[in-house]
């Protein structure tokens, strides 16, 4: 009943040292970064600013976007050219992500090149 305000929600921060051992049984824990793996958080991945998240594309249908992927990777010398500027311009998400041994890295490399051809 009523409305819900700001002030009904408390204020967490990525400070662990401001919380006792009862509140931090309660957190989900991610593994420390081991073996070489680079973090950066998410405002820095260049994936995340050009909308790798997004689930649509308003001016495209999905058969639309399904078509172009397509289209996009049995394009070798353009498909290649993106990879490049990928690895060589977007240096938070690809250290991020690339050096994420448990995750599928050329699935990310290839979503990930297509997200940059395009257009926003």
């Not at 408390?10 to 073996?35: C, M, Q, S």
Request: charged letters at 30%; aromatic letters at 12%.
């Amino acid at each position: 009943e009523g409305s819900i305000s700001p002030e009904d929600f408390e204020e967490l921060t990525d400070d662990i040292d401001t919380y006792g051992e009862d509140d931090l049984a309660t957190f989900r824990k991610v593994p420390a970064a081991k073996d070489g793996r680079i973090l950066h958080t998410w405002d820095k991945w260049e994936c995340y600013k050009a909308g790798f998240y997004e689930t649509t594309k308003p001016d495209m249908t999905k058969e639309q976007c399904m078509e172009a992927y397509r289209s996009f990777l049995a394009d070798i010398p353009r498909f290649e050219g993106v990879l490049h500027k990928v690895i060589t311009e977007w240096k938070h998400s690809c250290e991020h992500y690339l050096t994420n041994v448990s995750m599928n890295r050329i699935a990310w490399l290839g979503q990930f090149a297509a997200l940059v051809t395009r257009p926003r």
